[in-house]
């Protein structure tokens, strides 16, 4: 088949569940590839020498490569090459914005028909954890103890590729199952644990420890980690996982709560499954405030758990979110209502609980430092949404407990790590530092590639030691 | 999974359970708190700590048996394990160094004084103990806290056992009668806690109460143990459990606790007393 065959073939789409069939259950919504659509789209391909798609990569991923193994029906050597770069494939194929980086250099990207590289990766990285025999082998063992705090994908990547260059790594994780976001944020429908859980057990193959229960600064110090424990290097991979509240008034009724709660109880601590106690408030009328993936996810949770209306309110336009195209279609299938251009003011609450949420319209003004446009409210433009339950994903930052971790470590006002760009070893000499907790908030492939840069940083370290 | 090496059974429906957790009795101090699951099914259950051992690593957990999760940590015998304990969480008490200090303590908050009150008499300061329950049946902790303070008031609601009253009588007392204290720590329903900063706070003494919100994670993460102190919201879990009580909005934090209509929170306020006391403190505004 030539190049201009290849073009004229068509995006296969994405198997999802039925709308009907999404919200009486937490079940996976892209249903994945069969093997048939896979081959279908790896069909056009078209293989392109400079590979753009590369270039939007974070972790610079063979894209031509391993869609090449694809055709080939190669799909465990296809899935290894993806991994010798990205430790999780069958995470990333489902959450990373595709859109806005591999697929959006694609040369197809510009007729509207860019590959789905990620249901591409989706699909090897299931079929690896369906064949587990195929795994990277771990270098031989350099007789180094390595210590990665936080099992999110920062911390899981940088134990996956110490493990690889035959480090001894254990992971200290502060919550009772390890996956960081991944488990306690990204819902079930999006990102099974499961799923998760497979990956974590390809770590485990590697000879990766995992320790739960750990709060590092409080259960172990990192003089016990270096002095009683015997880590050569240590990673933080903290994140930032501190809710971000509006700070207006009302904030506080019962009803009000920050997204991390309500998807932490409903996703990490299993709310919707009768066969946990995890309790969680089931509103009828939901607001969410928020234009992100969180926001989204808890806007779904929402009309799964029973509401009779889930009204997300924006403060930009649809243009501006942040969310991936693809999870601001499934919202708007499955009902969410978007009220744009608009930002809360006060929350009102009648016998102790929330009853209404009072916000301000808003416009769009001159471009602000993240190059969106600027939200400018219109005066006199109040109005009223009634509401028993308001959750607020505007954002999160680094957790201001992360200055108990490692006293006299350098971090900035806002609680990131200051580390050295090039090493990512923060001021003190073998601690080391990636993810969230350094960038700010930011997507679970720029945190992977963190981690795999630090990774080769703290091996490099400990060869020359 | 964290072995159980003693179960007591204080009073009805109060147990106390020695646990494995070498980390976490290392690492605490007075204050501090831990939370436990018992099962993979389980709520995570926030718990102040009682005593600890650090070369044994053990901890002890004095724990109200009323909600479900709850009554299925009653189940589980010496030998059992408790499949997760995370802790020391929160700040530990800032005691600084007083000269004469009061522990206040109601209830199933009366354990947490144990290592409160040793800590201010190691800090050099002559503690009064000040200790109240429902009933003489539910009377516990008398003879650790006996230990741990220079003089133990005991007092019942219903005055089957020591003072007839509620806890704040006798510390009113002893501030009208002029006697002078530097620190008033107070843990216990919210209820009493809002009345201890009540009586302190004609007379400007430091007091501080140890909160027992809801709590999910109990790093920082959630924001569900958010509570108001001094206009200001703060998180329970990293901010404290401890804070300034003449600063904190009680009437906030007691809303808060009903939200989940949690059993466990629940069981801490105690005795219908605490309506009439309650609405004394509303009326007084």
Same mark, same amino acid.
């Given at each position: ?19 009907s ?9 892209? /249903? ?75 040369v ?45 994908p920062?911390g ?19 919550l ?5 976001? /991944? ?24 000879g990766?420890e ?7 600064g409080?259960? /172990? ?14 990673f ?5 996982g ?15 709560? +920050? ?11 299993r ?13 009828r *009328?939901?607001?969410?405030?928020g ?6 996810? #808890? +806007?779904?949770?929402?009309l799964?758990?029973?509401?009779d ?47 209404a ?7 769009l003004?001159?471009? !602000? ?29 680094v ?27 923060? *001021? ?30 703290i091996? *490099?370290?400990l060869?020359?030691? | ?5 003693d ?47 650090? =070369? ?41 160094s ?12 009366v354990?947490?004084? *144990? ?29 650790k ?12 609601? !219903?005055? #089957?056992?020591?003072?007839h ?6 510390? =009113? ?27 302190t ?8 109460? +140890? ?22 919201t ?9 804070? !300034?009580?003449?600063?904190? !909005? ?14 466990e ?11 009439? /006391? ?8």
């Amino acid at each position: 088949m030539d190049a201009k065959e290849r073009m004229k073939l068509e995006p296969v789409p994405m198997p999802e569940l039925e709308v009907s069939e999404r919200l009486s259950s937490f079940a996976e919504v892209n /249903l994945g590839y069969s093997e048939q659509d896979t081959q279908a789209e790896a069909e056009r391909c078209l293989q392109c020498k400079k590979a753009p798609c590369r270039e939007g990569c974070p972790v610079d991923v063979d894209i031509p490569g391993f869609i090449a193994l694809i055709r080939e029906g190669s799909y465990a050597e296809a899935g290894l090459k993806i991994k010798r770069t990205n430790v999780f494939p069958a995470i990333c194929g489902r959450v990373c914005p595709q859109e806005r980086q591999c697929q959006e250099r694609c040369v197809l990207a510009k007729r509207g028909k860019a590959i789905n590289i990620g249901y591409l990766e989706r699909f090897v990285g299931n079929y690896l954890i369906a064949h587990p025999e195929e795994q990277i082998n771990a270098a031989p063992a350099t007789g180094k103890r390595v210590a990665v705090v936080g099992s999110g994908p920062a911390g899981l990547a940088a134990a996956g590729d110490l493990a690889k260059l035959g480090h001894q790594v254990t992971v200290f994780e502060a919550l009772h199952r390890p996956g960081g976001v /991944l488990v306690y944020g990204i819902p079930e429908f999006r990102l099974p644990n499961i799923t998760v859980d497979n990956e974590l057990e390809t770590l485990r193959r590697l000879g990766v420890e995992i320790r739960t229960n750990v709060v590092v600064g409080r259960t /172990l110090t990192i003089a016990d980690l270096r002095e009683e424990m015997g880590f050569a290097a240590i990673f933080l991979g903290l994140g930032a996982g501190a809710p971000i509240f509006l700070g207006i008034e009302g904030e506080n009724l019962p009803g009000v709560m +920050s997204a991390n709660e309500f998807l932490t109880r409903v996703n990490l601590m299993r709310a919707f499954d009768e066969d946990y106690d995890t309790p969680v408030q089931r509103g009828r *009328n939901v607001t969410v405030i928020g234009g992100g993936n969180v926001a989204m996810d #808890s +806007s779904r949770c929402a009309l799964r758990l029973g509401a009779d209306s889930v009204t997300l309110l924006y403060r930009r336009t649809r243009a501006e979110m942040p969310a991936r195209v693809e999870e601001v279609r499934h919202a708007e299938e499955e009902g969410v209502i978007f009220e744009l251009l608009v930002a809360p003011t006060r929350f009102l609450g009648e016998e102790g609980h929330l009853t209404a949420v009072e916000c301000l319209r808003m416009e769009l003004g001159e471009p !602000d430092e993240s190059g969106r446009r600027r939200p400018i409210p219109l005066p006199g433009s109040e109005f009223i949404v009634a509401t028993d339950q308001a959750i607020i994903a505007i954002g999160a930052r680094v957790n201001p407990s992360a200055r108990l971790v490692m006293p006299g470590m350098e971090q900035d006002d806002g609680g990131h790590i200051i580390v050295d760009r090039e090493t990512l070893m923060t *001021n003190i000499p073998g601690v080391f530092s990636g993810g969230d907790v350094v960038a700010g908030e930011e997507t679970v492939i720029r945190a992977l590639s963190d981690g795999r840069k630090a990774a080769q940083a703290i091996d *490099n370290y400990l060869r020359s030691k | 999974m964290f072995k159980i090496v003693d179960k007591q059974e204080l009073a009805e429906n109060i147990i106390e359970y020695t646990v494995d957790a070498p980390d976490v009795a290392r690492h605490h101090h007075a204050g501090q708190f831990c939370i436990i699951r018992v099962h993979s099914h389980c709520e995570r259950i926030p718990l102040s700590i009682a005593e600890t051992d650090p =070369q044994a690593g053990t901890i002890t957990l004095v724990v109200q048996i009323a909600g479900h999760s709850t009554k299925e940590l009653a189940q589980l015998e010496v030998g059992d394990a408790i499949l997760d304990v995370v802790g020391p969480l929160g700040r530990p008490t800032r005691i600084g160094s007083p000269k004469r200090a009061v522990f206040v303590g109601g209830g199933v908050g009366v354990p947490a004084g *144990n290592l409160m009150a040793r800590e201010m008499k190691q800090a050099g300061a002559q503690v009064l103990g000040i200790i109240g329950f429902r009933t003489k049946d539910l009377v516990i902790y008398e003879d650790k806290l006996r230990a741990a303070t220079d003089e133990l008031i005991v007092t019942t609601d !219903d005055g #089957s056992y020591g003072y007839h009253g509620l806890v704040t009588e006798p510390l =009113q007392q002893q501030l009208e009668a002029g006697e002078s204290y530097d620190l008033v720590i107070t843990v216990g329903p919210v209820v009493m806690m809002r009345a201890v900063a009540e009586v302190t706070r004609p007379y400007g003494i430091h007091t501080i109460a +140890s909160l027992n919100p809801i709590m999910v994670d109990g790093t920082g993460m959630c924001g569900a143990c958010r509570v108001t102190v001094g206009g200001e919201t703060k998180f329970a879990c990293v901010d404290g459990p401890e804070f !300034d009580a003449h600063q904190v !909005d009680f009437p906030e934090l007691a809303l808060r606790l009903e939200m989940y209509g949690d059993e466990e929170i629940r069981a801490h306020e105690a005795g219908p007393h605490e309506c009439r /006391l309650e609405q004394s403190l509303n009326e007084s505004g």
